[in-house]
């Protein structure tokens, strides 16, 4: 069976990124690879195996734009509001905590935060199939 071990974005400036995740997420450096064009961090933290891989392509000066392909990346924590608070706090401007219900049943409360280079950032409460 497959298993799911990183997702990779490319990033423009790789201070700002690698700050906003440690900042935003808690995430280090788990390894960094330097190469003539290209470098390779990929993040992680204790709470799961998976990696954020990011890519800094080294003659690249222009934003990359996103296009419309590219959805979000989730992550869930033990308490959305105070998460929602600290983001706040460390001025990263999260967007505000919203409840999906279906049905009457609560299927998720989340907020959206947006990285350095754009990419929309879904946080969820851990409930249900979110864990």
């Known amino acids: 069976m ?8 490319r ?14 997420f808690a995430l280090e450096i788990a390894e960094r690879l330097d190469f003539d064009t290209f470098t390779l961090i990929y993040l992680a ?12 392509n080294k003659d690249r000066i222009e934003p ?3 296009g419309d ?8 924590v033990s308490d959305l509001d105070s998460e929602h608070t600290r983001l706040t706090e460390a001025g990263l401007s999260p967007n505000k905590i919203v409840e999906f219900n279906r049905d009457g049943v609560l299927l998720a409360r989340f907020f959206f935060i947006t990285d350095p280079d754009g990419y929309k950032i879904e946080v969820l409460q851990r409930h249900g199939r979110y864990k």
Do not use: Q
């Not at 990033?11 to 935003?24: G, H």
């Not at 933290?45 to 800094?56: D, I, K, M, Q, R």
């Open 11 to 24: 990033v423009l400036d790789e201070k700002k990124s690698v700050d906003f995740y440690r900042t935003a």
């Open 64 to 66: 990359y734009a996103l």
């Open 2 to 9: 497959a298993k799911a071990i990183h997702s990779m974005i």
């Open 69 to 76: 392909g590219y959805g979000h990346l989730a992550l869930s």
């Open 45 to 56: 933290n204790a709470e799961s195996e998976f990696e954020l891989e990011l890519t800094v």
